[in-house]
């Protein structure tokens, strides 16, 4: 079972500064990770996938790294909507097993 | 445009059973995986199962399986979830999710998501 654990766990940064987030991965994933932004009340919504690709209609400030156990997600200059939980995903090629990492909260200093 | 919509949650006594639907429009929902992913409350989120486009392939969390059972209508763009032998642990929102890819390939990546259907597990 492949385990992701991200880190920090709550980040505390102004609008406008930058954003670095941390997911780590117990066995290697080649590429094969996501990153999902959930905001209170709300679903998650897919911002990277397969470690560096953004999903549609995301903005480039989002950027995503990484392979292999060690993926970054990059927010380059927070703006006020951008405050909110995120995850990762990963997903073994066969059988699928998915499984989220434990969230990072990116809340405002 | 592409919406999911869960039905059937509810309060419901450990042991006890409950099926969720989920309704989809908006897409070619016989061309995508579908999945359930549950978030415990104030907790993070957790793959529940997946369906891929035929029903021919079906997985499962080893936390529900042998008691959760996933299933489709694509005549209907439907979704099931059905549950039994309830635990208190399995309290939490559970969201349909559709899988970014189309096609007899699955991307195992979660692009859109419904709001959401509450199950509550308690005597």
């Known amino acids: 079972e492949v385990v992701l654990t991200q880190s920090p766990a709550t980040l505390s940064l102004s609008p406008g500064e930058r954003a670095t987030l941390s997911c780590r991965a117990s066995q290697s994933l080649s590429i094969y990770l996501a990153w999902y932004q959930q905001k209170p009340g709300q679903a998650p919504r897919l911002l990277i996938y397969?470690?560096?690709i953004r999903a549609t209609g995301i903005p480039d400030r989002f950027s995503g790294s990484g392979s292999g156990t060690d993926f970054t997600l990059t927010i380059s200059g927070l703006e006020p909507e951008d405050f909110a939980v995120y995850y990762c995903q990963q997903r073994r090629n066969w059988p699928p097993r998915l499984a989220f990492g434990g969230g990072t909260k990116v809340e405002i200093k | 445009e592409v919406q999911l919509v869960e039905s059937g949650g509810g309060l419901v006594k450990p042991g006890g059973s409950l099926r969720l639907s989920c309704a989809a429009s908006?897409?070619?929902?016989?061309?995508?995986?579908m999945n359930w992913v549950r978030q415990a409350p104030g907790k993070g989120l957790e793959w529940v199962a997946s369906i891929t486009v035929s029903s021919s392939y079906i997985f499962y969390a080893d936390s529900v399986k042998g008691r959760f059972t996933i299933s489709r209508d694509n005549a209907n763009n439907l979704l099931f979830l059905q549950m039994s032998s309830l635990r208190a642990e399995d309290t939490a929102r559970y969201y349909c999710a559709r899988d970014i890819s189309s096609g007899f390939t699955s991307a195992w990546y979660f692009d859109f998501w419904g709001q959401g259907a509450l199950v509550t597990v308690s005597s």
């Open positions: 397969d470690a560096s």
């Open positions: 908006g897409f070619t929902f016989s061309g995508h995986t």
